[in-house]
């Protein structure tokens, strides 16, 4: 049964029709600061806190419900005979419904404030009294999502109690909330500590998706509360809901496209791996490139290119079966030609990649690293013969694609094109082979890692390749260094490999 209910809310989204309701059931309402000031000029009956605990709010508002009779009221079990006698002698009233939702700091941490004003938004009275409420879950109900009202509602007004599994859930969703609202400050806190003794990790699920991989795999898509990424702060702006593929591709694709900063890219990808990339004059140069290196695997595939899309392009891009389409911003003309395609989904990134670590699951753990920035540490012409001013523009811009291109990786370029793509073998020549011939006249060619052996080198010199760029580091460089002298191909190392499993 429900005797007196706390309110104390940021947002006020939907607290009328809650307080409204429990004044209907006679539920005596307390409240705070600015939630009891809302109520009262909305015409609810409501008392302030300071008026039960005889106690003034204090420290510019930071101390105004941490006080026993507060906490009494919530904690007390109603079965535990001794727990109810104590609040008779200290004439403590129960509390039966916490209303709560926090400051924002989800939402300030973003922002641009001083270190100072973010550390105002962490909530300490808040996040006490729902831990406390959802701790005594069974006697106390506890609202941390307003989302939840209404289910609050429906339930007490069809069966005039709630069930023990719904107060359960919303004790759960408490400390959900609390594990990554506590996370986020963590986070925060700890600054520029990479790897502290407890991973926390504060994502918000933002949508649920039809399914994951494969369509018996059952999936949804969180997004960091902490910083705005490219992922999780992108606009769809026509076509179907995404995937669970067509995230991790969008993923992917934006990246390679955003390697490219000072020039204007187009990436092509296919199942998580770049199936063509070009570097154009224009964004429909860019992208015809892109499409000609692999004009085959691009059907049903995603392209993302980094300068706005115009109606030419767009056109063009219509042409084919495309996934998605991806852009920091379209023209308008180009929006209705891709509006006629309505499953095809149109996406405008906001944010460039701004992830700092790369995190992935196996079983019973979590393997954490820094995102791949870096290209490469230097670079270092280790045969008689220098690339060219073409050529080594070429060799870096293959090195770039190289870092997405699933290990083993070997990129063929020629003209800031990558017109062969090898990756995801577990021998590199199967990698190099793989990508010679789909090129068929390649000039410059790179590889994630080193060469462990010769064969590459041999291989790459029968399709005419003239320059390439690897890492370097095997105890038998020699050999591969030797036959590019043999062949008047050139090479140089970076000192840096790419692996990508």
């Known amino acids: 049964m429900l005797k007196r209910a706390l309110i104390s809310v940021y947002d006020k989204t939907g607290i009328l029709e809650l307080a409204n309701f429990l004044i209907s059931k006679n539920v005596e309402i307390i409240s705070t600061g600015g939630s009891f000031k809302y109520l009262k000029e909305n015409g609810i009956n409501v008392t302030e806190i300071s008026e039960i605990t005889n106690s003034p709010e204090m420290l510019d508002g930071r101390v105004k419900t941490l006080h026993p009779i507060i906490h009494g009221g919530i904690l007390a079990i109603r079965d535990n005979e001794e727990h109810m006698e104590t609040l008779r002698e200290r004439n403590i009233g129960t509390i039966d419904m916490v209303v709560v939702n926090l400051y924002p700091f989800f939402e300030k941490v973003k922002e641009d404030l001083r270190f100072e004003e973010k550390v105002e938004f962490i909530d300490i009275g808040g996040p006490t009294m729902l831990r406390a409420a959802a701790k005594n879950f069974k006697d106390v109900v506890v609202l941390s999502d307003i989302n939840d009202y209404k289910v609050v509602i429906d339930e007490f007004n069809e069966k005039g109690e709630l069930e023990f599994k719904t107060r359960r859930k919303l004790a759960g969703k408490v400390f959900n909330l609390m594990s990554a609202y506590d996370g986020a400050i963590s986070n925060f806190l700890l600054g520029d500590e990479d790897y502290p003794e407890y991973l926390s990790i504060s994502y918000k699920k933002l949508q649920s998706l039809r399914y994951g991989e494969n369509p018996h795999q059952s999936a949804a898509y969180y997004g960091a509360t902490e910083f705005s990424g490219a992922m999780n702060s992108f606009e769809v702006l026509n076509g179907k809901e995404l995937s669970y593929n067509n995230i991790k591709d969008l993923d992917i694709a934006w990246k390679v496209a955003c390697e490219f900063d000072e020039e204007i890219a187009c990436c092509a990808l296919k199942h998580n791996t770049p199936c063509g990339v070009a570097i154009g004059e224009d964004v429909f140069d860019a992208y015809y490139k892109a499409y000609e290196c692999d004009t085959t695997s691009i059907y049903g595939g995603i392209v993302a290119v980094n300068r706005k899309i115009d109606k030419k392009t767009a056109e063009e891009m219509s042409k084919i079966f495309l996934e998605i389409v991806a852009a920091p911003d379209f023209d308008e003309d180009a929006l209705e030609v891709f509006r006629r395609k309505k499953n095809l989904r149109v996406i405008k990134c906001h944010e460039k990649p701004t992830g700092k670590k790369y995190i992935v699951s196996v079983d019973g753990g979590m393997l954490v690293q820094d995102e791949d920035k870096v290209l490469l540490d230097e670079i270092k012409l280790v045969t008689e013969k220098a690339p060219t001013k073409e050529e080594m523009k070429d060799l870096i811009f293959a090195m770039k694609v190289c870092k997405y291109v699933k290990s083993n990786a070997i990129v063929v370029a020629k003209d800031s094109k990558a017109i062969g793509i090898g990756g995801g073998q577990v021998n590199?020549?199967?990698?190099?082979?793989?990508?010679?011939?789909?090129?068929?006249?390649?000039?410059?060619?790179?590889?994630?890692?080193?060469?462990?052996?010769?064969?590459?080198?041999?291989?790459?010199?029968?399709?005419?390749?003239?320059?390439?760029?690897?890492?370097?580091?095997?105890?038998?460089?020699?050999?591969?260094?030797?036959?590019?002298?043999?062949?008047?191909?050139?090479?140089?190392?970076?000192?840096?490999?790419?692996?990508?499993?």
């Open 428 to 501: 590199r020549i199967w990698a190099a082979c793989e990508a010679l011939e789909r090129a068929k006249d390649g000039v410059v060619l790179a590889s994630d890692a080193y060469f462990p052996f010769n064969d590459v080198v041999a291989e790459a010199s029968k399709y005419g390749i003239k320059a390439i760029i690897q890492p370097g580091g095997s105890i038998r460089d020699k050999e591969s260094i030797d036959e590019c002298n043999n062949k008047e191909i050139s090479m140089v190392f970076t000192g840096m490999r790419h692996f990508k499993h």
